[in-house]
């Protein structure tokens, strides 16, 4: 019986998760993960969800395993994958914040929002982008785990701003991302339903003055009617129709 599960051990990256459905397509079925369980080879983590006996998945891993074995596109978005890009600029204090998305209609099961991991899990729905164009894989500890683009990522920021992230510190990470692809931030914008998003991010963009900047096509980007407002007692940019915080229109 051990072969079966040696096999498993071989194929898949250290530190993996083992769902059910999985473990039943690859040969093997319900009664023996009992009797693996039952041997000390496998240790239950959640109702259908297993680990090695002795492994300490990370949340990474455990979020790669999801999609890889239940066919799911869980995202590391935000400063989180800002941060695995070399993007850092928050630092934390105790345990770290990991900032996962999914669309509406797959939202993470509770025993990956509620168990103890290694960090703190920010769990978000949006679909305010057009598609999955803005997303990468990133090799992390073996495994494959999907994450935004820095584009995507920063925008993902703007997204959930001011009430996960303070304006003015996503302007400091803005003065760093002077190597994002200006086709790629053109199509995202484009793609983009969020006003409020392309409206900060094109701001930002311009303020910080980078290069690829100069190669968008504002034409092409939607940027709404009217006023919006982003900070009482704020400075008001004309040309974007946003107030924002004093202390971002200020900074120099």
């Not at 993470?108 to 999955?132: C, Q, R, Y």
């Not at 997204?159 to 400091?172: G, K, V």
Request: net charge neutral.
């Amino acid at each position: 019986m051990a072969t079966k599960i040696k096999q498993i051990l071989s194929s898949t990256p250290q530190n993996s998760l083992y769902f059910s459905s999985w473990l039943a397509d690859n040969g093997i079925d319900r009664k023996e993960q009992s009797l693996y369980v039952r041997s000390g080879w496998l240790e239950r983590v959640a109702q259908g969800v297993y680990k090695m006996e002795g492994s300490t998945p990370t949340l990474y891993a455990a979020v790669a395993s999801y999609n890889a074995q239940l066919k799911k596109s869980c995202h590391v978005g935000a400063t989180s994958a800002l941060d695995l890009r070399g993007y850092s600029h928050f630092v934390a204090i105790g345990k770290p914040q990991a900032y996962l998305f999914t669309s509406r209609e797959q939202r993470l099961p509770s025993w990956l929002t509620d168990l103890e991991w290694d960090m703190t899990v920010k769990s978000f729905t949006t679909s305010i982008f057009a598609d999955e164009q803005g997303l990468e894989t990133l090799d992390y500890q073996g495994h494959q785990l999907l994450i935004s683009g820095p584009e995507m990522a920063f925008m993902e920021c703007l997204h959930l701003a001011p009430s996960q992230f303070a304006l003015l510190d996503l302007y400091y990470v803005m003065e760093m991302l002077t190597t994002l692809r200006p086709k790629l931030v053109q199509k995202l914008l484009e793609g983009c339903s969020s006003v409020k998003v392309k409206r900060l991010f094109l701001y930002m963009a311009e303020k910080a003055g980078h290069q690829w900047f100069k190669a968008l096509d504002l034409s092409k980007i939607d940027l709404g009617t009217g006023k919006h407002l982003f900070a009482e007692s704020g400075r008001y940019i004309s040309k974007y129709q946003i107030t924002i915080p004093a202390e971002l229109a200020d900074y120099e």
